[in-house]
């Protein structure tokens, strides 16, 4: 018995239908997988030195950055969270890596021991600064080969085909302040010719802002008093939170948000160190990546390397106590910088104790 025509054409029709349906699901399978596979082998999960592949633990950030009470520390290094090792991605020829440098953390030693590196790997350095990143977004991102960033700047948010290697050291909020403090109108031992014009400019406008008094006021005047340039200046109050944050608006408010934000880039970096314990930051990035740090902290302890001259070059030239009235207040005011501080000194501790390295309370 035959099918009417059109009968016919309606069951032709609805049988297209299907196997078209079919093969749309098939494909959008094998793309979802081989996807996958694809973001999961760009990082390394290491756990004990065994290889796992496994993504980054961001959950985690956002619950510990939820459990912050009154300055205690946000990560505890027994509660049997996932390891924060990371093991990076460091074979491309156009490998980007990012060293974010918090000024008075010691970043002029470190950027000159991680270019040095570096350039023997096939590196280039190309330097950003704090107030040009956004307006030249496009020239940077557009770099060919292996490049290293480094400079005052906040987080850069770039997206390249291999994942950029992040990499930052910090300080204890109020020591860092007190340093930076020294340096704008004091400079170092040894003044270059670009901190000599800062300590001019900085010193005229601190003269105009009293009314043609030439006389540097001391640190614990200018914050008890409320001087525009302790209170205003991006690289005095909250630095480190406002530069691994981004470039977001909402990171110039230290609010939640920019804490959030801050904590998942710590956590998506190689490694955030601080200044307190640098030997062993260098050994961490060292061990972390040892394509391309194989080398950095046997460089840094020779006795007449360039990095030894740079650090006791760098010294303050000028030092000052604060009285405790202005101490109180400042810390009130990088509560904070305090928080996003001790969330990083916390987390590098558990790095170092899964890499087998002695925790420093």
Known sequence: MKMPLKKSLLVCCLVALF????????????????????NLSRLTHRKGGAGVTNPPNESFATSQAKD??????????DAGMESLLWKPQTDDVNLKVIFICIPKTGSRTMAGLVKQQLGEKGFRHVGVRFTKVEGDRRKLFNQKGKILFAGHTRHMEFQWRTPPIYISVTRDPVERYKSFFSY??????????????????????????????????????????EMPFCMKHDFLLNTTLKLLCGWDPRCSDVGEWAYNQAV???????????????????????????????????????????????????????????????EEKLRGLMKMEYRIYNYIKDRFHQIKKELFFSVHS
């Open 184 to 225: 704008s109108f004091y400079g170092d031992r040894v003044n270059p010719d670009y901190a000599v014009t800062n300590m001019k400019e900085n010193r005229a406008k601190m003269a105009k802002s009293r009314g043609g008094n030439t006389t540097i006021p001391t640190l614990s005047e200018c914050i008890l008093q």
């Open 19 to 38: 196997l078209t349906s079919a093969y749309r699901l098939i494909i959008y399978q094998s793309y979802s997988s081989s996807s996958t596979k694809l």
């Open 68 to 77: 912050w009470v009154n300055g205690n520390t946000t990560i505890k290094p």
């Open 264 to 326: 998942k880039h710590v956590n998506g970096a190689l490694a955030v160190g601080v200044s307190e314990e640098v030997d062993d930051f260098l050994r961490v990035i060292e061990r972390l990546a040892p394509d391309l740090f194989s080398n950095i902290y046997s460089s840094y302890k020779q006795p007449k390397s360039d990095a030894v001259k740079q650090t006791t070059a760098t010294k303050s030239a000028h030092k000052e106590q604060l009285t405790s009235e202005a």
